[in-house]
Each structure stands twice: as structure tokens, then as C-alpha cells.
């Protein structure tokens, strides 16, 4: 059984960070590129960071400079340092397979002070 989840999420104020984490089982993750998408009350989905088996990243223009992934393949994790948060960075942050086949429920981060 596949199973993704998400931790770490929380209120921290802005220009402030937080790390987000998701624990993996049931996948072959040393052979799954990853992903983090997040969703903002009222607005469509939003594909944040990717990193890919051997450790390549992608980011979103947005989060670009602030945001960092990385993977941990002893423990099956990967890792979202948010660093320089602002509210508009305020959403439910998803783990999921890069394929987009399997999903975390999801951890709200809220940026506000």
C-alpha cells in the first residue's frame, strides 16, 4: 500500500521559515522523481518543486530563491525548506509522485502575523 505523508506545516509569520516533510512507504523511491503542489483558498493548484531521482530540482518562479527540495533516500523522505515566507505563500502544501499517481492528504501552512 502506497502511503505519502505530509508534516511540519503550521502558522510562522511573514519573512519567517518552516520545513515541511513527507514520509514515503510502498513506492520505489530511489526510482520516483518527487513533487510538492500546493492550493491557495480560492485558487487552482499550483505544481511548487521537483526533484528527480538523483537529486535534480525544478522550482516555480515563485518560490524560486527561497524554496529548497531535497530527498533523503535512507529514509524514504523528501524535504521542503521554505525559507523567507509571505502570505501569499499561505496554502495546503501536497506531497506526491511526480507522475502525479499518488498523493499525500496534505499540510496547511499559513503565513500571517
Known amino acids: 500500500q502506497v502511503q505519502l505523508v505530509e508534516s511540519g506545516g503550521g502558522l510562522v509569520q511573514p519573512g519567517g521559515s518552516l520545513r515541511v516533510s513527507c514520509a514515503t512507504s510502498?513506492?520505489?523511491?530511489?526510482?520516483?522523481?518527487m513533487a510538492w503542489s500546493r492550493q491557495a483558498p480560492g485558487k487552482e493548484r499550483e505544481l511548487v518543486a521537483t526533484?528527480?531521482?538523483?537529486?535534480?530540482?525544478t522550482y516555480a518562479d515563485s518560490v524560486k530563491g527561497r524554496f529548497s527540495l531535497s530527498r533523503d533516500t535512507a529514509k524514504n523522505t523528501v524535504n521542503l525548506q521554505m525559507n523567507s515566507l509571505k502570505a501569499e505563500d499561505t496554502a495546503v502544501y501536497y506531497c506526491?509522485?511526480?507522475?502525479?499517481?499518488?498523493w499525500g492528504k496534505g499540510t496547511l501552512v499559513t503565513v500571517s502575523s
Open positions: 506526491h509522485t511526480a507522475g502525479g499517481n499518488y
Open positions: 510502498g513506492i520505489d523511491f530511489r526510482r520516483t522523481d
Open positions: 526533484i528527480g531521482r538523483y537529486g535534480s530540482t
